[in-house]
């Protein structure tokens, strides 16, 4: 919802400050329609990984879904990079054709515990 609001915010304030300039006017209406779809993809489908004791569900293209199979999956890791004094951490799914990756903000919660737990729901 805070994405929605901003959008609105943001092409708001775009048509009201924009003082005949289009460029400006046209930057702030594509931005905020850049937010409104980032929202509309966490409203369709706002679980992006799920496990059971079958395999994994991942979200795949903008709000579909793709099912794994546990022996489909070669493993389990989590990335971690520094890139201009920030740092990051990816949890990644590799499904031997298909890498799957995901963010802290895509499994709100940190990587880590989302790979350990994927770990002890997977059979064998």
Not at 32 to 37: C, P, Q, R, T, V
Not at 39 to 58: C, E, I, K, Q
Request: negative net charge.
């Amino acid at each position: 919802m805070v994405k929605l609001v901003g959008a609105a915010a943001l092409a708001g304030l775009g048509l009201i400050l924009h003082e005949g300039d289009r460029v400006q006017l046209a930057l702030a209406l594509v931005t905020a329609a850049g937010l409104a779809a980032w929202a509309l993809r966490d409203l369709l489908a706002p679980v992006r990984l799920a496990a059971d004791l079958d395999g994994v569900t991942v979200v795949h293209g903008f709000a579909g879904r793709r099912r794994l199979p546990w022996a489909s999956v070669e493993a389990i890791t989590v990335q971690r990079r520094t890139r201009f004094g920030l740092a990051a951490e990816t949890l990644e799914i590799d499904a031997g054709e298909s890498l799957h990756l995901f963010g802290r903000y895509d499994l709100d919660a940190p990587p880590d515990e989302v790979a350990e737990t994927l770990r002890a729901a997977r059979p064998g």
